[in-house]
């Protein structure tokens, strides 16, 4: 650099003594400060007024010109490398933001895995996902839907290397216990959706009577009476012999009777049902008896045979010998009596041979017992058949000959009404209560 020994032209550095050009405003060689008070071309320019001083102002044209150049450079590389720094952490941001989602997917993932029927959804069509959605909920199933639109290539390798696919766009896939039980690939609509789950047992097609026979099973469980339930999962003619008998028995001796038809069911519904009854496998039929919501007896073996449900039904209790034995025997002169009576009186009639006054016996006494009034019971004999027979006639018996079980109602000498046959517990407690015998 020229050198000059004016003070116009030059500047002295006062710390390290070196001789500065006109135009610097910092030291060369030290960097430090340069005293612009002591530059007369300054000092003229700004009026002996020590100021910030615009470099721009006080170069020559030629370097002005240099200097804009130089200036230009260095911001357009500032731009640059912020725009560099900007892309990085954005990238960071998205990445991370990812990476989290991707995470949290994969922990859903294995949650649902461990489930005891889950499905999942890979894809990206939000009907589809709403319609898997809403069956998956009625029907108690985990589901999870991952958007393969939204997860990075490193998490969909890892899925792809999980549930062993070949692809994971539009998959859906059925799971079990940490196993994959069925893919089904390009499920491109909610119908093929439906179908897949359908065809697999996850859903059934029949929604309504699928909620009817959950609705039924719960309010047999939950039910404060004496019930025998018959569970019948697959819908062929032994089950529906089973039924019916079941049912008519039922019928006969005034038992509250539910019917499951599981075939209604889903796989995974069914098993949840057996194991509330300490089951751990479907079975083709069960039998079952509750009492006030407790599970009496669980059989799995059903008969044909009515005598077979009676002494199942009466070792539990729900035919109650003691209910059978709660009616006051008579013979034919208390009989007589009764007949006489002011009073009202329930006579029940039976026969030895008769299997409907069998069943009757403990239907007519559990009403007299549950109603706290007497019910009498007399048996006819061969010998005085005929002799009962003049006896109802005489006050009001109007067939040709007596047929039983036969229930009357007698008061001062006279038949108010009577009943033929084995009927519904409710038609004799509705009959009673016409007739003022019971409240």
Not at 195 to 207: A, G, I, S
Not at 324 to 352: C, G
């Amino acid at each position: 650099m020229k050198q000059s020994n004016s003070w116009g032209d030059i500047v002295k550095c006062e710390k390290c003594g070196y001789v500065n050009s006109k135009y610097d405003i910092i030291c060369e060689k030290c960097g430090s400060p340069l005293n612009i008070e002591k530059n007369i071309e300054l000092q003229k320019k700004y009026n002996h007024k020590p100021k910030a001083i615009d470099i721009e102002e006080v170069l020559p044209d030629n370097e002005k010109a240099r200097f804009d150049a130089a200036k230009n450079k260095v911001k357009y590389i500032l731009v640059f490398l912020l725009g560099i720094l900007f892309s990085i952490l954005v990238y960071i941001l998205v990445n991370v933001s990812l990476n989290i989602k991707d995470s949290d997917i994969l922990n859903k993932y294995d949650k649902l895995l461990s489930s005891e029927l889950g499905v999942i959804y890979l894809g990206n069509d939000s009907s589809i996902d709403k319609k898997i959605s809403e069956l998956t909920k009625d029907y108690e199933v985990e589901y999870l839907h991952i958007k393969t639109n939204k997860i990075t290539s490193t998490k969909r390798r890892k899925l792809k290397d999980k549930l062993k696919l070949e692809k994971i766009d539009s998959t859906v896939v059925i799971v079990s216990k940490g196993d994959v039980k069925k893919v089904e690939n390009n499920v491109n609509s909610t119908e093929s959706a439906i179908n897949f789950l359908q065809e697999n047992d996850v859903v059934q097609k029949d929604l309504e009577k699928n909620k009817e026979v959950i609705e039924n099973y719960e309010n047999a469980l939950n039910s404060q009476e004496t019930i025998i339930m018959y569970i019948a999962n697959n819908h062929n003619s032994l089950n529906e012999k089973h039924n019916s008998s079941l049912k008519e028995f039922c019928n006969d001796y005034s038992i509250n009777y539910v019917y499951i038809e599981g075939y209604y069911l889903t796989g995974n519904q069914k098993l949840k049902l057996f194991r509330r009854l300490n089951y751990s496998e479907v079975h083709n039929e069960l039998l079952i008896i509750l009492d006030e919501g407790n599970i009496k007896n669980v059989s799995e073996d059903v008969s044909d045979y009515k005598k077979d449900y009676f002494d199942l039904a009466n070792s539990y209790g729900i035919i109650d010998k003691s209910s059978a034995d709660s009616l006051k025997q008579i013979d034919f002169n208390h009989m007589n009596e009764l007949l006489k009576s002011d009073s009202k009186s329930v006579i029940f009639f039976s026969e030895e041979e008769c299997m409907y006054c069998d069943r009757l016996r403990p239907i007519i006494g559990k009403i007299g017992i549950q109603n706290n009034f007497d019910i009498y019971y007399y048996e006819i004999e061969e010998t005085n058949k005929l002799k009962v027979e003049d006896l109802l006639k005489g006050i009001g018996y109007n067939e040709e000959k007596i047929t039983t079980p036969l229930v009357v109602v007698v008061e001062k000498q006279n038949i108010l009404d009577y009943i033929i046959g084995l009927s519904d517990k409710t038609l004799y407690e509705e009959k009673f209560r016409e007739l003022g015998v019971m409240r």
